[in-house]
Structure formats: C-alpha cells, structure tokens
C-alpha cells in the first residue's frame, strides 16, 4: 500500500493508495510539530481505515513547507525502514522542466501537473487555489513551461482585514450580486467576483501564449472560483494525490 502525502501551507493531504484510493483526508498544517506528535496524529487517522503503519510498503512526499520535509522524513522513514521518495531534483517525473530554474518549481505545482496531463493530455493548464493560486502551463510536447503565481484568495481577504481600521473578516462566499448593498456584501463582491476576473485574464494571456489548452482546477477554494470561470472544464480537488501516486509509481517498484 502505498501513502502519498502533500505538504502545502495551510492543509496536508493524505492518501492511501492500493489499487484505487482506499482513503484520502486532509489535516491543517502546523509547523512546529515534531515527528513523534505527527506519528500519533496519523496513527489515529490511519486505524480509522483500518491500516497500520506495518501496512504500507512505499510512501511519497510533495512538501513546499521545508521544516515539514524533514519531519515527514523522519516520520516515515520509521514506519518503512528507509526513506519516503521526497518529489524533487533527480526524481522521475516524467514531466520535463523547461523553465529557467528547475529546481525552483513547486512539488505540488508539479505532481498537479503530472496528473493533469494524465487526465487531459497535452496541452493543459492546472490551475491550484491553494495559499497562493499556481497556474502550470503544459505544452504540447508534455513539458511544463511555466505558469503564473498569485496571491491566493484567502490571502487577500485577510490583508484587506489586517491593513485596514474598518472593514471585518467576511466569508468567503459569492454574494447575490456585484452591486454590493452593505459593506459585507460589497467586500465579498469584491473579493470573489475581483478574483474571477484575475484567474479569467490570466487563463486568457496563458492561452495566448501557449496555445489553446483544457484548464482543470484543484485546491480549496476551486470549489468557489471555479464554476464561476468558464475556462475551467474540470475540478478535482485530489489532483495533486494522484500526481504523487503516478511519481510514485515512477520511482518505486511495487511489492
């Protein structure tokens, strides 16, 4: 069985793969936890499946949180006997980097853009509402060529409440109307409807650039943006999990 585990900012994702998802769940991020807290954490979320950790063979890492790298390392590394694959330089992925700085380009950027091109074919876009939005270009030739970063969505509204004196925290949910008819309904307007226009402006001149593409979200908050964006065909909140599994496969023989 195998365990595949994304580290993003806010949330990590777990998988357990054995022929088909058996499980997937997700958990805040906390740094600062050591190896032996988390050990405890994924234990119990483990047994609620039914799995120990003498029932996995193989494991995968996808961090862009370093201080977490090492503690699922640590952790991991215990339970298996040797070394999780941690998704990075040298590693197969099957995807090739055709930008500037390889070893600068995100795991989950990549393992998203792995599984997108799996699902899809080339070209594609991924496009990932995490803490900040990625946006992955994929070519035609199955290469990724780059993409966009911006600031993510729950980012931005808690700047807006942290520099300004007036304006509260607000959920972040679509209002019935753009013409906002209380501060509320104004701020959320601008938020949500302001963002799908950044991610519709930003699919337009990543299209311009490198050709007509399907676009396919994931992360927490695709479920808001995306059916609010026309260019976005697809929506899979577990893109990155999969693209693990397929790294995963990639690289390590299955017992």
């Known amino acids: ?32 936890k050591t190896p032996d807290e988390y050990d405890v954490l994924l234990r119990a979320l483990l047994s609620r499946d039914g799995v120990e950790p003498g029932c996995l063979s193989r494991a995968v890492v996808g961090s862009v ?8 390392r ?24 055709r930008v500037d700085h390889p070893s600068e380009v995100g795991a989950d950027l990549v393992a998203g853009a792995v599984a997108a091109q799996a699902k899809l074919g080339a070209p594609c876009i991924v496009v990932d509402f995490g803490t900040a939005t990625t946006f992955a270009c994929v070519d035609r030739e199955g290469a990724l060529r780059g993409g966009a970063i911006a600031p ?17 925290e607000v959920p972040l949910e679509a209002p019935p109307q753009a013409l906002g008819r209380n501060t509320r309904q104004a701020m959320q307007s601008g938020l949500v409807f302001g963002y799908v226009g950044l991610v519709r402006e930003l699919l337009r001149r990543l299209a311009a650039e490198l050709g007509q593409a399907p676009v396919i979200a994931t992360g927490g908050l695709a479920g808001l943006i995306a059916p609010l964006v026309e260019e976005i065909e697809e929506v899979d909140p577990w893109l990155v999990l999969d693209g693990l599994r397929l ?5 390590l023989p299955s017992p």
Request: charged share 20%.
């Open 1 to 32: 069985m195998l365990l595949a585990v994304d580290i993003g900012n806010t949330e990590i994702g777990f998988g357990l793969w054995d022929g088909g998802w058996r499980a997937r769940f997700r958990v805040r991020t906390v740094v600062g």
């Open 152 to 168: 993510g969505l729950a980012a931005s509204a808690e700047a807006l409440k942290k520099r300004t004196a007036l304006l509260p």
């Open 247 to 251: 790294i995963a496969d990639r690289n």
């Open 74 to 97: 640590e952790l991991l590394g215990g339970w298996l006997g040797r070394e999780p694959l941690l998704v990075g330089p040298g590693v197969r992925t099957g995807l090739p980097l």
């Open 65 to 72: 949180v370093p201080p977490l790298t090492q503690v699922f």
